[in-house]
């Protein structure tokens, strides 16, 4: 199990090579993608279309032999690796323990490896970077030292094998296109550049160069290559057992081999040393990726030439990412919380860097993120630095459909959307309800309501009426944004966007009244109730967004008095001119088959005005009869201490949730699912309905190991409902310890005060996330399986809302229209035996260190005493109830240049 050394999230982990899917991230933000694991296995890219190391699964981790591998020939004694990823060492490791020993240690965002062979006389220390700068090359400083009583002559060579191709070639014309590859030569490494970029769509020609370089610890280059893999493996070796290594062969014995169409190694053979006993002796390695057009090879190479250089670059990586996850710093008095939150403070920035594809666990893995995840992500990042943000946010608006629906294909650039190529229509009924949730965080966070009229484009592509129809005269040529009738690119404001993507949905109902659950929600795995099937969890969610834009436009209304929509959405804007019957389905249904024949295949562009009264009214009302409606016709009483709302109708129309006698392997006959009491709790549930919803999770949820389950089980497999009855239950979607619903859960609980229950969600999380059967490095990873084993490590959408919750819920410290606001939700254990707990994070551009302070020992602190800012005790009328406000007028007053101390005395 892993252990913090430091303050700053550095951990060391002794024998963890013996976890054989252990992966660690290295990566930048210009684009270069890195997984290595304690034995160096992993791979590197820039892109799904551009790897140099072999692309690998986690299972390819243990299964494969390529790796960042660095070899000595010992006079006298034979081979040995420096990673011990040699056929022979792997074998004796594991049958001699006693002569070896192993320790990764790790910081962000850099990885180390400190190997020792008693028997060789040797030991290693290899670290690993990707520099926090504009360069796509990772890099590898390899040191060696002799631990024998006798001096050891040696024979240093590097060996990493270059693929330089998409990861699609692993079964797509794989030797074929080897046959394109071409050597440039060079002095300082092995350099590939393909000729073409083999693809039967449409060959092109390639512009990517793929290198691996390198000199030793004086800046001298390598006395020589063997770029042919044949001729470094052999016939009959090997990466494990390289023929040409185990006999030393010299470089220059194949300085006549062909080397056009080959595959290559990047193997760089240095001078012959004599090390002494004690003596330590460095080499550094770069492999990357570069441009025609870009930087040359050499060029990168001279900026890490030497150890200084690599010193110079590893310090200002280490302070590049502890910057990013010191934006929020918490303390509290927990073994193992503060080094945590370093590590999940950062993971949604990896996610901006890769996607849900670019580590060894992944879901779709070619590239890129989906709609969910844009905002989700955004999240974290606002309660980092939201005005870094804004723009983000308003590029992100151009992917809505004009029907509410949203683009699916997400480009590598902000506000990049793309087409629908292959025709596959599908719409994540649950997409719509993020982007004002997430909207509506940065307005409070900054108080910069002026975002909602900020205009944008709406996206066009063949899909039309929600996915239920496409449009066969679309073609590219239209382009990527909806045109009105005089062919003019469209525009409407931000708040326009979300009131559309929020109505469309309302309208957009079952048999049940509930809205339809179309292609899935949140959980991708219900993807088979297309027809039929019905979503109360984002139905209450949809809901509560209503009545939130409702009370946010109630709040401007004293700023702005009316806004400028598109003709056409008056249609959903029902109750301006009526009495609509949202208990009819019916009815429903035709006013959005209106809506949808008014906007194709184009609007008019004309706007009306309407005042920020009138529209709250209209939104309120639809939300407020979603909450009546759930709480009389979804909530299930178990008995009179449980009981909970349905989350789903499947495509048959069945309820999915409730209480079932004649299904033996259920507890009580109950299925449940956490995904219809998070948002119902959030918002609709009464205070009697939120205290059984929690006990029932807390009864058919809760795992034995302590985490709350996605689901009870739910039956046969019947292809109704999704693929993930297919799923071993207690796995993914199907009943796995989902981290990202649990932390919604736990952030549901908080909102509604009830601390001690979403603490015990809180810590049930923390145990898991640091308990040894977790077997991943520090970080919060996508679920949990039965046996407590972390999965889908680091991209996942629960660090957000993980930060969101302690930040603004446990923590207390949220904003509203741009107040600061400070109501705590701290329970005793967070302060251990001592007597105060912190956070620091930027606010309105200022920062900020909140302390709380404890005179008695309790189980829960929520409500304030007193408060002193920067030394100074602040007047009563600051206090309302127990919760501290600060108004932006008196942040503006205070200090930029340091932190500002609140100091707040706990009642």
Known sequence: MWKFIDENGTFEWENSSFINDLYFPLCNEAGMMSSITPLLHGDAKTSNKTFILPPVTVYDLHNTRPSRNFWFYIDGKGLWSASGASSLQIYKEKIYPQNYYRKVKAGLLWH?????????????????????????VEIMLVKVKNI?????????????????????????????????????PSEIGVISKPLIIFDERGHLPNPYLYFVAGCDEKGEKPAGTIPVLNDFIGDNGNLEFPASLVKNIPPDNFKNSRTDGQEYVGTLRFKEILLSPGEVACYIIMLGITHENGKKVEDIYR?????EKVKKALENNISYWLEKSNSIVFKSN???????????????????????SFLPYHDYGKGGRGWRDLWQDCLSLILQNPFEVR??????????????SNATIIGNKPGEFIADRNNIPRVWMDHGSWPFFTTRLYID????????????????????WRATKRDEKWTENYGLSHKDKNANVYKGSILEHIILQNLSSFFNVGEHNIIKLEGADWNDGIDKAKDRGESVAFTAFYGYNLVSIAKLLLAIEREVKEIELFEEIFILLDTLGGNPDYDSVDYKRKVLEKYFNSIYPEISGVKRKISLKQLASDLMKKGEWIYSYLRKNEWIDVDEEKGFFNSYYNNDGERVDGIFLNEKELKDGVRMNLAGQVFTLMSLATEEQVKKAYNAAKTYLKETHGGYRLNTFLGPNKLNFGRLFAFAYGEKENGATFCHMAVMFMNALYRRNFVKEGFEVFDSLYKLCTGGNAKI???????????????????????????????TEIYGVKGELGDLVIKPGLS???????????????????????????????????????????????????????????????????????????????A
């Open 112 to 136: 180390s490896v400190y190997y020792e062979d008693r028997e060789a006389g040797l030991s290693s220390e290899i670290l690993n970077f990707v520099p926090a700068d504009e360069n796509t």
């Open 148 to 184: 024998s009583d006798k001096p050891l002559k040696l024979t240093p060579t590097s060996a990493i094998a270059i693929y330089g191709r998409s990861a699609e070639n692993i079964r797509d014309h794989r030797h074929v296109i080897s046959l394109v590859n071409r050597l440039i």
């Open 303 to 307: 900026e890490y030439n030497s150890t």
């Open 334 to 356: 927990l073994p193992l919380f503060n080094g945590l939150m370093k590590w999940i403070n950062i993971q949604p920035v990896l996610r901006k860097i890769y996607g849900c």
């Open 391 to 404: 723009d983000l946010l308003i590029s992100n608006f151009a992917g809505v459909r004009l029907d509410g």
């Open 445 to 464: 966070q900054t108080g910069d309501y002026k975002i909602l009229f900020e205009n944008q484009s709406y996206f066009r592509d063949p899909q039309i």
């Open 777 to 807: 490095y520090p970080g919060i990873p996508e679920y949990f399986t039965p046996e407590a084993k972390g999965m889908y490590h680091y991209l996942t959408g629960s660090a957000s809302w993980f930060v969101l919750t302690l930040l």
């Open 828 to 906: 005793g254990e967070l302060f251990g035996n001592e007597n105060s707990v912190s956070v620091e994070l930027c606010f309105a551009s200022k920062r900020f260190k909140v302390e709380y302070v404890r005179d008695k020992i309790r189980d829960a602190y929520t409500v304030i005493k007193e408060v002193f800012v920067n030394g100074t005790h602040q007047t009563e009328n600051l206090l309302k109830d127990g919760v501290f406000y600060m108004p932006k007028e008196r942040i503006n007053e205070l200090a930029s240049n340091k932190d500002n101390v609140i100091k707040i005395i706990l």
